[in-house]
């Protein structure tokens, strides 16, 4: 009898397409076979000890048991100030515009929940983290998707990439309240300089948009490179939020930490809400959470250096196989080209294919928009033994595929 009740923004969001890859990898592994997995970016290391024992420390003390604080404890919204202010020279004001999330993806939404109004348009680069534009959608909002054009060292085309901009603002109706940007970029890995964000900053000024800055893989970066804060930029605050995620930095993805940092505004909106929602992260994890990012750093660049030795195995041994990918400069994925037999396939069946002859699970890049069509992308999730494996079960297969 309730058939005819419609959930109308359940039925706006698209078929979860990795589901299909999944389940194909779920019975493989249930016939026996060894599938090496490279499909989700879920961090395989410890997280350092040093913040495992204060979380130890914590969670014996009676007193943290209690409800928490929504917005964070003070303690680790002057961590998080204090982080910013030692990496990038950025003064942060704990109160107004520092707050903590259970995760970056939950201080995403929640935010976009509450600074969404029917039918508001927000811009968003494609490919991209699909929940960067499903969150819209769910908020009953709207999404103008424009490519990302990347040039051959994977930074954006900034002539294509501001054009796309002022086109939308120029075209659509109602005009964009808000656009979105994540660089280090997930999928793609592509990455900008500062002024990249200066030029941003002073266009979102003119015409009067919002930005929303995801930089989750900002401390995994490669070869010299280091990626910027956005809010670096003078009279940034006025117009962007920055989120960020301990998860890939410390190794402590299941631990659920974030926050969001910047524009007043938008911080106390995102605060508001959620003030309704829930009553904050368990005290003992905002307690480690503070050593984190107050304590020994040299954690970090040991992560790091992790993911640039699987990163360059991964190339080299790859492009002896006979599928040559592009060099990263940041994040913990590769951004691989279909090889040339498959691209007609498609990056879903071509992911499928590679799973059943390979071995190997991989993300397909129409997964996160259409014109990720053309490439899947490859987590560095598995150690310098495994890759060199799947780059032998590759090897194999292309081999067996061009008879």
């Known amino acids: 009898m309730f058939d005819e009740i419609e959930f109308e923004k359940i039925k706006r969001l698209p078929k979860y397409v990795f589901a299909a890859v999944d389940e194909l990898?779920?019975?493989?592994?249930r016939a026996g076979e060894d599938v090496i997995d490279f499909s989700?970016?879920?961090p395989d290391g410890p997280t350092p000890r040093h913040i495992i024992e204060k979380l130890v420390e914590s969670v014996q003390k009676p007193k943290t048991h209690g409800y928490s604080v929504s917005k964070g404890i003070y303690k680790l919204r002057l961590a998080i100030c204090g982080w910013y202010r030692e990496k990038y020279g950025v003064e942060l004001d704990a109160d107004t515009e520092v707050v903590a999330s259970m995760g970056s993806k939950e201080g995403y939404v929640n935010l976009v929940q509450a600074i969404t109004n029917p039918g508001d348009v927000a811009m968003v680069p494609d490919p991209c983290y699909p929940i960067h534009s499903q969150a819209f959608i769910l908020a009953g909002g709207n999404v103008h998707r424009f490519r990302l054009v990347l040039n051959r060292?994977?930074?954006p085309d900034k002539d294509a990439?501001?054009?796309n901009i002022e086109t939308a603002m120029r075209e659509s109706s109602p005009k964009p309240k808000y656009l979105v940007v994540n660089f280090p970029n997930n999928p793609t890995t592509a990455t900008v300089d500062?002024?990249?964000?200066?030029?941003l900053v002073a266009l979102a000024r003119e015409e009067r948009f919002y930005i929303i800055s995801d930089i989750a893989y900002a401390e995994i970066t490669y070869d010299g490179y280091k990626a910027p804060s956005i809010l670096q930029v003078p009279g940034a605050k006025d117009v962007a939020i920055e989120s960020y995620t301990l998860s890939k930095t410390y190794n402590m993805a299941g631990w659920r930490v974030?926050?969001?940092?910047?524009?007043p505004r938008l911080v106390g909106a995102l605060t508001r809400i959620k003030s309704w929602l829930d009553y904050g992260m368990f005290t003992p994890i905002q307690v480690a959470s503070t050593i984190a990012l107050n304590g020994d750093q040299s954690c970090v660049e040991e992560i790091r250096k992790n993911y640039?030795?699987?990163r360059d195995v991964l190339l080299q041994s790859f492009a002896n196989a006979g599928w040559s990918i592009d060099k990263p400069k940041a994040s913990m994925f590769a951004w691989a080209r279909i090889p040339e037999p498959f691209r007609e396939a498609g990056s879903l069946e071509f992911s499928k294919i590679l799973l059943k002859e390979a071995k190997m699970a991989v993300s397909p890049g129409i997964g996160f928009g259409p014109y990720g069509d053309g490439y899947v992308r490859i987590a560095l999730i598995e150690?310098?033994?495994?890759?060199r494996q799947a780059a032998r079960n590759v090897k194999r297969f292309l081999r067996a595929s061009s008879v």
């Open 194 to 199: 500062l002024d990249f964000y200066e030029k």
């Open 153 to 155: 060292d994977f930074t």
């Open 383 to 387: 150690n310098e033994e495994r890759i």
């Open 25 to 29: 990898k779920m019975a493989e592994r």
């Open 40 to 42: 989700m970016g879920n």
């Open 308 to 310: 640039r030795r699987r």
């Open 161 to 163: 990439f501001f054009r």
């Open 258 to 263: 974030g926050f969001l940092v910047g524009n």
